[in-house]
């Protein structure tokens, strides 16, 4: 309807007393609220008996009905009702609606059940709410949105833009016109199956016994509706899921209304992305699309089940899950009709090395793909992209990413693809991001993710609707997962240093401080004791301020590490001591308030630490030639902390050592993070990494720092180290190590052995050991303990080098 205001109607009612005793609204005399009748949706029938004495149905409803010739979206509104008699205290209570509405369709809104009669259920809910609609007197509103009206009296009600229908019955204070008659514990009140709409309740509303109808046209007990039946069409439309696909990313009747699309059932999702899968088991001849589709139901929980064939009418959308990814095609809006149950599902696609191309993605320059033709033969990408929605199966898939805390975990269909010695897949190139990873996520009614370490196996089949979200792109919404085969991966232990061996290590000690579990702190100290044997001098990177997350102003972080230090003595390691610059406030990045930094942890019995006083959050450290040679500045201190490649990040933290009385300087690093970089699997191909261009600058600032060094003592003993967030084979680290002044330790690995870090699936380098020139008798370890379990302990692996100074120190 469309409302019609008038200032000739007014409201009588008792003034609010100033005491504060409750208000009680009067209404006398007053006219009736009229409105043009609808041509749109409206309430077709009432009904608040339900469950009461003498009641059959179990439950209160309200169903709406569509009296114009197009589809209804219901997105985003509310049924709402009112006691019939309000006073100044009375609230409207609301049920969130979604889906649609077709032509001359009904949608079924439950309410509240009651507890002294009702034996038959309602058909299947549109949508659920718990309203305790009273049977004989109320007022029922269909609104345009969830906000709780606020009117109560029907002048206020009729003027309220955001109300297209309402009813009033037995004495309600809020209608159009006079009032329905008749509700009762067994009679509902309904409009005829012309639904007149004269805006006068009494006229528009007879009383009967209850029919209500959902979507599908069903009705108590499976029948038709009674007494006016307005079941759904059953026959499909003109529209199939590969019209809606298209042969690009984007379908090309994005923002449509389809009707009546046929599909199978094959996945459902009731967390979240609330939805389901349907697919066509009629295939088209073109292999560039999609015989599937999810369909959005938005807060609503999916009532279908898999294997339920159906009809869905709904709009045709475009879901980005954030802004650099490829989108997810979806129907939304969406009316279903259930045909039958129990049907058989179309046969998966096929997931392995024969399947899934070699080559990644097609490469636009760095614009999107979006409009580009799909090739599934050539591009993984494109194969996943034309079977985006369908089901798939891969057999016996090795793990190459842990189970996480999201219960995700990523696989390998292709076994041999730069395949690791313990089960993982390695990140070797920009140009090879290895096409067989793909995550395997739950789904409310599927198999749960077993807990996963690399290496292990999903053996047998896994099968389940392909997906796409932000965090790795296409995935496996698994609704059978295979059989868990444990690998009995072990954490791995270096060798103790020998006497004339200076063992430094690096560990990424991910956020820690004081407010963490005692727990993460005494496995950390058991890797520093147990797997890397204790070095002399470890350089930790993420060490939070004494109060955490906790952004007051907090720089220091004593209590951060020395509860760190305490740990690793009952762990059975040494004292350490340690020196760390507290950064300034809230400038280095990381957490917000976290305030964190790098540490120096070192072994006194072994080696010693040469303090020079003056460092601090900005001043920078120089190389100084001494008549004892080599010394720094400020030790600790910070290299060019103003420099503008340190904005909003981590300064490398420099400090001079001394061992087997010669001076060692070791620099520890935590470049800036990946943050911003557009994925692997962005409609941008080849995504950019904008993050690069920080590191590189930072990089170049630590190149010339160590070229300084040299400068003054071109046998100087300098060990840089740290999360570079970078790979080997990145130009960050190319500028690190430019002139031949630094040698990444990391290239001295086979290349299967290159990974400290594991992302999607990828086990890559962040992490690196950096030695001059002059430390050429070595022996280098990256310790596997983290990256590869469920259960770390950091999301990095440690490492450390044993520098052997006999006969050349």
């Known amino acids: 309807m469309q409302i019609v205001r008038s200032s000739r109607y007014r409201v009588a009612a008792l003034a609010l007393l100033s005491s504060g005793t409750a208000v009680s609204v009067v209404l006398t005399g007053l006219p009736a609220a009229h409105a043009t009748p609808s041509t749109k949706a409206v309430i077709a029938e009432v009904y608040g008996g339900g469950g009461n004495s003498g009641a059959t149905l179990t439950n209160d409803f309200v169903e709406l009905a569509n009296a114009s010739s197009d589809l209804f979206d219901l997105s985003g509104y509310s049924v709402q009702y009112l006691t019939g008699s309000p006073t100044g205290a009375s609230k409207w209570s609301v049920t969130p609606l979604s889906g649609s509405i077709t032509s001359g369709g009904r949608y079924l809104v439950s309410e509240a059940a009651g507890s002294a009669g009702g034996t038959t259920p309602l058909p299947i809910a549109d949508a659920s709410g718990s309203i305790a609609m009273s049977a004989t007197s109320g007022s029922v509103a269909l609104v345009k949105g969830t906000t709780p009206l606020t009117c109560i009296t029907a002048i206020d009600c009729a003027s309220d833009m955001r109300v297209i229908d309402f009813l009033g019955y037995g004495s309600a204070v809020v209608r159009e016109g006079s009032p329905a008659t008749g509700a009762s514990n067994t009679a509902s009140v309904a409009r005829p199956a012309s639904l007149t ?15 209500p109808a959902n979507t599908a046209g069903s009705t108590p007990g499976g029948g038709t509706p009674n007494p006016t039946p307005t079941p759904g069409p059953s026959e499909p439309g003109v529209t199939r899921i590969h019209d809606i696909q298209g042969n690009t990313r984007i379908s090309p009747i994005k923002g449509q209304i ?4 046929p599909g199978i059932v094959t996945g459902v999702r009731t967390i979240n992305s609330k939805g389901y899968w349907i697919q066509d088991p009629k295939a088209d001849a073109d292999a560039r699309t999609s015989e599937a589709v999810f369909v959005y139901t938005g807060s609503a929980t999916p009532t279908v089940t898999v294997g339920d064939k159906v009809l869905v009418t709904g709009k045709v959308s475009e879901h980005y899950p954030s802004a650099a990814t490829q989108s997810v095609t979806e129907v939304t809006g969406p009316t279903t009709t259930v045909l039958s149950h129990g049907n058989t599902l179309p046969a998966p696609a096929v997931l392995d090395a024969t399947t899934v191309p070699a080559a990644y993605a097609p490469n636009a320059g760095g614009g999107s793909i979006e409009d580009l033709p799909i090739n599934p033969d050539v591009y993984t990408l494109d194969f996943y992209e034309a079977h ?15 189970t996480n805390q999201h219960h995700e975990v990523w696989v390998t269909v292709k076994p041999a693809e730069n395949a690791t010695s313990r089960g993982g897949t390695v990140y070797g190139s920009y140009e090879q991001p290895n096409t067989g990873r793909i995550k395997v996520m739950p789904t409310s009614n599927g198999t749960p993710v077993p807990l996963a370490n690399v290496g292990d196996m999903l053996s047998g089949s896994t099968t389940g609707p392909i997906d796409y979200d932000s965090f790795g792109g296409y995935n496996l919404q698994a609704m059978k997962i ?3 085969v444990d690998n009995n991966l072990k954490r791995e232990v270096t060798r103790q240093q020998r006497r004339d061996e200076l063992a430094v290590a690096t560990y990424n000690v991910e ?24 070095p002399d001098i470890v350089a ?25 230090v305490e740990a690793i003595g009952a762990a059975g390691g040494p004292r350490y001591s340690w020196r760390s610059v507290s950064p300034a406030n809230d400038t280095d990045g990381g957490e917000p308030g976290g305030n964190i930094r790098q540490v120096f942890l070192f072994n006194p019995n072994r080696v010693q630490f040469t303090d020079r006083a003056g460092g601090d959050a900005t001043t920078a450290v120089k190389a100084v030639k001494s008549s004892e040679g080599l010394q720094l500045s400020l030790s600790p201190g910070r290299i060019n902390p103003n420099s503008e490649a340190w904005k909003s990040s981590r300064k490398p933290l420099v400090g001079e050592f001394r061992f087997r009385d010669k001076p060692v300087i070791v620099i520890a690093n935590h470049f800036n993070s990946k943050g911003g970089d557009q994925p692997l699997h962005s409609r941008n191909q080849q995504p950019t990494r904008s993050s690069e261009t920080q590191r590189r600058l930072q990089a170049t600032e630590v190149n010339t720092f160590v070229k300084s060094l040299l400068t003054t ?9 740290g999360d570079l967030n970078d790979y080997e084979f990145s130009d960050s680290v190319s500028a690190l190590t430019a002139s031949g002044v630094l040698k990444d330790l990391l290239t001295t690995l086979p290349e ?14 962040l992490d690196h050991i950096l030695l001059s020139p002059s430390l050429g008798h070595f022996e280098y370890d990256v310790l596997h303990i983290n990256a590869e379990f469920a259960d770390p302990a950091s999301d990095h692996d440690p490492q450390v080098v044993r520098i052997n100074t006999d006969g050349c120190w």
């Open 197 to 211: 709409d004269t805006d006068d309740n009494a006229a528009d509303f007879t009383f009967g016994a209850p029919s």
């Open 713 to 721: 003592d071109d046998g100087a003993k300098v060990v840089v180290l």
């Open 511 to 534: 956020n820690l401080d004081p407010t963490d579990p005692a727990d993460k702190f005494a496995r950390l100290a058991d890797g520093i004791v147990t797997n890397l044997s204790s």
């Open 540 to 564: 930790l990177e993420e060490i939070q301020d004494n109060n955490g997350p906790t952004d007051d102003g907090t720089v220091a972080a004593d209590q951060t590490i020395d509860k760190f």
């Open 258 to 261: 389809v009707t009546r699309v």
């Open 482 to 484: 295979g059989t868990l």
């Open 388 to 402: 985006e929605g369908e089901l798939a199966q891969f057999t016996d898939a090795r793990v190459t990413g842990a």
């Open 752 to 765: 299967a052995e290159r990974y400290t870090y594991i992302y999607e699936g990828n086990s890559q380098s």
